[in-house]
């Protein structure tokens, strides 16, 4: 099976799964989509209202802002691959669980392996506890290039956040200034104290 086939065979296993309590409420799972060869990857917390109901990721009001942080460095929806951390929604919106997110895991963990995104956009408290570190939280964090599992990680804030929370907006689009620097030309690593690109102990993503 080539690329395509094997991502498709996985998105199937998502539409059906029954590993966790979410797949009793959800409308549909919602496993992801956009480019086979990404230029990057993008991981938010789990799908909401809309997304349950259409079964696409980031469809709703933050998906809009998404869209815009993407055009103002030039990338759009079909460049990237846009993913959660659970593929099912937590009723009213609720984080997911610790439960819930090692029963789906496994999914975002194999679609890495299968896309091989050099860059991966972690959008999130949870996106960013779930694959850089339990106790790093995104305002210390975001903007910052890591090391995990072989690819580079950005944490960001949530584009939900930046809805809420007006100042936010411009702090994500310089973010973005930063990830399409990372993009152009490499990575200049993080090497502070904090979180240190060998230190994988504290996290539950491992390749
Ligand atoms: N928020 C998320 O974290 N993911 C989505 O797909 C939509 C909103
Ligand atoms: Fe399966 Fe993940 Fe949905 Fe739980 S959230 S039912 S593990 S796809």
Same mark, same amino acid.
């Given at each position: 099976?080539?690329?395509?086939?094997?991502?498709?065979?996985?998105?199937?296993?998502v539409?059906?799964?029954?590993?966790?309590?979410?797949?009793?409420?959800?409308?549909?799972?919602?496993?992801?989509?956009?480019?086979?060869?990404?230029?990057?990857?993008?991981?938010?917390?789990? #799908?909401?209202?809309?997304?349950?109901?259409?079964?696409? #990721?980031?469809?709703?009001?933050?998906?809009?802002?998404?869209?815009?942080?993407?055009?103002?460095?030039?990338?759009?929806?079909?460049?990237?691959?846009?993913?959660?951390?659970?593929?099912?929604?937590?009723?009213?919106?609720?984080?997911?669980?610790?439960?819930?997110?090692?029963?789906?895991?496994?999914?975002?963990?194999?679609?890495?392996?299968?896309?091989? #995104?050099?860059?991966?956009?972690?959008?999130?408290?949870?996106?960013?506890?779930?694959?850089?570190?339990?106790?790093?939280?995104?305002?210390?964090?975001?903007?910052?290039?890591?090391?995990?599992?072989?690819?580079?990680?950005?944490?960001?804030?949530?584009?939900a956040?930046?809805i809420?929370?007006?100042?936010?907006?411009?702090?994500?689009?310089?973010?973005?200034?930063?990830?399409?620097?990372?993009?152009?030309?490499?990575?200049?690593?993080h090497?502070?104290?904090?979180?240190?690109?060998?230190?994988?102990?504290?996290?539950?993503?491992?390749?």
């Amino acid at each position: 099976m080539d690329r395509e086939e094997l991502l498709e065979a996985l998105c199937g296993e998502v539409r059906v799964c029954v590993k966790c309590r979410l797949s009793k409420t959800r409308t549909n799972a919602v496993p992801g989509e956009g480019s086979v060869r990404p230029r990057v990857m993008l991981v938010g917390e789990g #799908p909401g209202r809309e997304e349950d109901e259409q079964g696409r #990721p980031f469809v709703g009001a933050a998906g809009k802002l998404l869209d815009e942080l993407l055009a103002s460095i030039g990338l759009s929806r079909a460049e990237a691959y846009i993913a959660n951390v659970v593929k099912c929604r937590p009723p009213g919106n609720r984080p997911p669980t610790k439960e819930e997110i090692e029963a789906c895991l496994p999914y975002l963990r194999r679609q890495m392996e299968l896309l091989e #995104p050099r860059v991966v956009c972690l959008l999130g408290n949870t996106a960013i506890k779930t694959l850089l570190d339990e106790d790093a939280w995104v305002a210390r964090v975001h903007g910052r290039a890591y090391t995990r599992g072989g690819r580079t990680v950005i944490p960001m804030y949530h584009p939900a956040a930046a809805i809420y929370t007006a100042t936010l907006k411009p702090v994500l689009l310089e973010d973005m200034k930063k990830l399409e620097k990372i993009l152009e030309k490499g990575v200049k690593r993080h090497v502070g104290k904090m979180f240190p690109d060998s230190d994988m102990k504290n996290t539950r993503f491992s390749t």
